[in-house]
T-cell receptor
Framework: EAQVTQNPRYLITVTGKKLTVTCSQN?????MSWYRQDPGLGLRQIYY???????DKGDVPEGYKVSRKEKRNFPLILESPSPNQTSLYFC??????????????FGEGSRLTVL | GEDVEQSLFLSVREGDSSVINCTYT??????LYWYKQEPGAGLQLLTY?????DMKQDQRLTVLLNKKDKHLSLRIADTQTGDSAIYFC??????????FGTGTSLTVIP
């Protein structure tokens, strides 16, 4: 089954404790991206990757890092989480041909709370 | 980033038409999209329209684009309770960076 898998789905952590949210897709997609969803703000793009070893900043990259060492994985790293990073995070992937027509495949989301 | 705005809430009666509106600021937007988010799930693409089009119809869905006013709308005909969800419009210039609206929560009253 084609899917984008995120882990963990839920996490409560404390300020400053480094964490990683993993994202994996099984569709051999070149394009992957991370979003955060906040009430009244919709989804905002954090980082995206066009292919292995190619990453670019989105609209709100501050406080986040990503890496793309393998095609299937695109982890989101919070080196020193702060309470303003409490949010619902989504990973998405797409093929090169599919992304222009908006065919993004989304994971189920990771709800992160930073105390 | 670019601004994409939507009203937050819409209620309609089952069987009526729903119209969800969206305005965007980037006149260079090439691709415009509508996504649906059901509770506890990620977004799913409903439909898209290229900026050189005025209208697109796909079964019960009709997308209208007024490029001059930077206004996009999604009409759902014969709205059903299963259409209750949050609807996001989004735009992209290149298909790399996507800018989403705030989302409109549609409630369908039986």
């Amino acid at each position: 089954e084609a899917q984008v898998t995120q882990n963990p789905r839920y996490l409560i952590t404390v300020t400053g404790k480094k964490l990683t949210v993993t994202c994996s897709q099984n569709m051999n997609h070149e394009y992957m991206s991370w979003y955060r969803q906040d009430p009244g703000l919709g989804l905002r793009q954090i980082y995206y990757s066009m292919n292995v070893e190619v990453t670019d900043k989105g609209d709100v990259p501050e406080g986040y890092k990503v890496s793309r060492k393998e095609k299937r994985n695109f982890p989101l790293i919070l080196e020193s989480p702060s309470p303003n990073q409490t949010s619902l995070y989504f990973c998405a992937s797409s093929s090169t041909s599919g992304r222009k027509t908006g065919e993004l495949f989304f994971g189920e989301g990771s709800r992160l709370t930073v105390l | 980033g670019e601004d994409v705005e939507q009203s937050l809430f819409l209620s309609v009666r089952e069987g009526d038409s729903s119209v969800i509106n969206c305005t965007y600021t980037d006149s260079s937007s090439t691709y415009l999209y509508w996504y649906k988010q059901e509770p506890g799930a990620g977004l799913q693409l409903l439909t898209y329209i290229f900026s050189n089009m005025d209208m697109k119809q796909d079964q019960r869905l009709t997308v209208l684009l007024n490029k001059k006013d930077k206004h996009l709308s999604l009409r759902i005909a014969d709205t059903q309770t299963g259409d209750s969800a949050i609807y996001f419009c989004a735009e992209s210039r290149t298909g790399n960076q996507f800018y989403f609206g705030t989302g409109t929560s549609l409630t369908v009253i039986p």
